[in-house]
């Protein structure tokens, strides 16, 4: 994706190097393959652009095509009888383009071949997300495993109602009965007469017709591409390989200027002098200027931006800036366990925890977190006075209007953006304000008007960049008696991840912040009669932001592994164990994706057999109930190797089996590397972390072998993107306890990287 400033300056060829673009890499990979001849020309990459089947669009769904048929905001139909999809929601990576025009097509019947998928612009109006907003308050974003949920009958009743319209226009075309028509695979047939015709040749008759106001959807029996195997390959996947995807780094409108920041190395930290004598030096650099985040540098292209920003010479007033090491924060965060607390769940008699019977007790320690996308931040935009247009991906396009509109003095009316594909996310591209967006407002507002600004961000500066997920503390305590849990209390302190109000006015907790920084305590899925659960808020000058799975990837982990431990103590098998304490309406699904994943692993106990053991660990998240069984050896060291994962999903009704299956991997993949290596370090404030060698992930020859069940379900469906990733590290540390190793109480496993 990009060169870091590491690479790019220790390269003897750094010049050379520092043009190459994802393309040209491509390209010369071609070579050997023998795809390619030569790197393509820019003017060619364009062209091959407006030939992709996915793209972004910061125009109107009926400029999609020249001539057409628009009945909605999602659905425009070409005379050449291609299908352009408006998908709502940022594809990065999780296949949600693939999603949403699947849903359309379905009911529109229109043959895949045909279906194109486009990003919608920044639009409240049409293209908020119910789930993650009120009609008082809407919100156009991405995010919390929402996408398809909210757009299953949504997309479904834009295609149904771009369907009746173009039976209306052939009924009247043929002088036959609407009723007498069928659609099939993009054409509609009059099967009395066997005429038939593809959709473009009724466009024009369609676009002078009404919608129906309602519509019958199909039912699921009649299904032939949701949930069908292999009948809707990704859209994205091609354009992605040969290079036709446009991301924001690949944008060159108007030759902007690259901007990089020199910020303040420790979070607070404040501009107090620079000089910039030697920065201006350095040719191609265009400017060099104080801005509300730092000193930026303006060049004519990345390497000589990233070699003069390196010259600049300045002076930081730390005075208010974070000033402490992990382990001082650490302090911090266990401390608060001891305050008084918000109750965010209780139940029966909380005070028996302190009862007769067998004392079980945990505390669990979680690092602060970067997402480390594979494409860092970036983002283009143009200020000609009076209106602003940017185009960057997007988690949450509308609110970024604001910010922007904030920061040149004009209402979010006068900001245009495009949202293009991201490079992966995880989370990162919601944007809370004071980050990447507000950072390119600032640079481009500093050049003036009429010269576009392309920011860029570093490897070094996305790892130190901050936004993190927060660091966490658990501390736990149950009481057993007669071989059954029966009190339990479990405290948690964590930063709000995003500036949103933490209690109502009447003092309680909201919703949104259990959702956010305690999910799943208020609401265990086990049969315990006495419980009380305690939220102890952080505030510090650390920013952070929701990382994928959010919350209940810590408390996912400390639930799994402290009632495993529990579980041991009683003497049961952890399988069994659970299928008898599951309780609540979530019980049925819970057992049922435990039952199979059970038989997927031929679950004996668990017990080590020629060296390698297994955990089980069940997290339902955002409305999906995952199962996973992990089967580990010892590695140097003692370090978990693990070599099998087991899967099972129940997400409701699967759009396409294929993307869900591809979640679950990447989930495993992520939450694996993230559990055993993940941990942000800072030195007296100064974060230490900077690249994926001192922040590594899980490597290829680290993955293991992964086998996933789906649940047929007809259920409305729930979210996939996330709910794979808190069941992974749970489940290794409970095949741990069976090798003898005690289940880790600070993560990440593997403590030094």
Known sequence: MMLDDTDVLRNNDARRIGKLSRRDMLALMGLFVGAFALAAPRRAWAAAAATARTGSTGIAPTALTAKGFT??????IGRDGLVHVVCKHLEMGQGVATGLATLVAEELDADWQQVRVWLAPADIEHFSNPMLSSPESPLQATGGSSSIANSFVLMREAGAKARAVLLQAAATAWAVPAQALRTERGQIVHAASGRRSGFGEFVDAAAKLAPPSTVMLKSPSQFRLIGVEGATPRLD?????????????DIDEGEPLVAVLLRSPRFGGKLKSFDAAKAREVRDVVEVKEVPGGV????????????????????WDDSEAESRGNEELYAEFVGALDDVGLDVGRRGDPSRVAGPGQRVQAQVLFPYLAHAPMEPLNGWMLWDGHSVRCRFAAQQPTTDLIEIGKVFGVPPSAVSQTVVMAGGSFGRRIDTGGDMVGELAQVCKAMGPGRPIKLVWTREDDIQGGFYRPMVAHRW???????????LEAHVSTQMPLPLPITDPGGKVTPVAVELMAAGMEDLPYDVPNVRCVLHPITNRIP????????????????????????????????????????????????????????????????????????VAVVKSFGTYVAQIAEVSLGKGGEPVVHRVWCTVDCGQVVNPDIVRQQMEGSIGFGLGVAMYGEIKFNKGVRISRNFFDYRSLRIHEMPAVSVRLVRSDAPPSGVGEPGVPPIAPAVANALARLGKPRPLRLPFVQGV
């Open 237 to 249: 996947i091609d354009d992605k390989t040969s290079g036709r995807a446009i991301f924001s780094l």
């Open 544 to 615: 952070v932001a929701t990382l994928r799975s959010v919350a209940n990837m810590h408390t996912g982990y400390v639930t799994e592994t402290f009632f495993d431990h529990c579980f041991e103590l009683i003497g049961d098998d952890p399988v069994a164990a659970r299928l008898k304490l599951f309780a609540g309406k979530d019980a049925p699904r819970l057992r049922q994706v435990t039952q199979l994943v059970a038989e997927m692993a031929d679950w004996r106990g668990g017990q080590p057999r020629q060296g390698r053991a297994m955990g």
């Open 477 to 487: 305590q149950a009481v057993i008696e007669n071989r059954k849990i029966v009190a």
């Open 296 to 315: 930026v540098v303006y060049a004519k292209s990345t390497y000589p931006a990233i070699k003069a920003r390196r010259l600049v010479q300045a002076t």
């Open 71 to 76: 009945p909605n905001a999602f659905v425009s």
